[in-house]
């Protein structure tokens, strides 16, 4: 099947934690990412379309894993899980996910559990 999107996604599973004040911190696993955004399986929890949310996950190998605080929307609600789309990317975060992005099936990132400690500000 042809993939119809500007933003082409990757299979990627690590633990992520999401930061949302109608609910506090909620704990999932992404399926995918793209540079735009990402699936993540939420399976007891339906989050409404357009829930602002912050989401943390961590990319890179062992030795130069870099956490990141991404602000996301959620653009699609599932029973297993949310579509989250990225929203005001820090160009440090974009840099890191166009990294990731462009590693071949052998660099994969690997998955472990996210901080789950929320941002000040």
Same mark, same amino acid.
């Given at each position: 099947?042809? *993939?119809?999107?500007?933003?082409?996604?990757? *299979?990627? *599973?690590?633990?992520?934690?999401?930061?949302?004040?109608?609910?506090?911190?909620?704990?999932?696993?992404?399926? =995918?990412?793209?540079?735009?955004?990402?699936?993540?399986?939420?399976?007891?929890?339906?989050?409404?379309?357009?829930?602002?949310?912050?989401?943390?996950?961590?990319?890179?190998?062992?030795? =130069?894993?870099?956490?990141?605080?991404?602000?996301?929307?959620?653009?699609?609600? *599932?029973? =297993?899980?949310?579509?989250?789309?990225?929203?005001?990317? #820090?160009?440090?975060?974009?840099?890191?996910?166009?990294?990731?992005?462009?590693?071949?099936?052998?660099? #994969?990132?690997?998955?472990?559990?996210?901080?789950?400690?929320?941002?000040?500000?």
């Amino acid at each position: 099947m042809l *993939e119809r999107r500007w933003n082409p996604r990757k *299979e990627f *599973e690590v633990h992520v934690a999401i930061y949302y004040s109608g609910l506090g911190i909620l704990r999932g696993v992404s399926r =995918d990412i793209s540079l735009k955004g990402m699936f993540i399986k939420l399976p007891s929890v339906q989050l409404p379309l357009n829930a602002a949310l912050d989401v943390v996950f961590s990319l890179g190998s062992q030795k =130069d894993r870099q956490r990141m605080r991404v602000p996301a929307l959620v653009v699609r609600s *599932e029973s =297993d899980g949310v579509g989250a789309m990225f929203s005001n990317l #820090e160009l440090s975060a974009s840099a890191a996910l166009c990294k990731m992005m462009n590693q071949s099936p052998a660099m #994969e990132v690997q998955s472990h559990q996210a901080a789950a400690t929320p941002a000040h500000g």
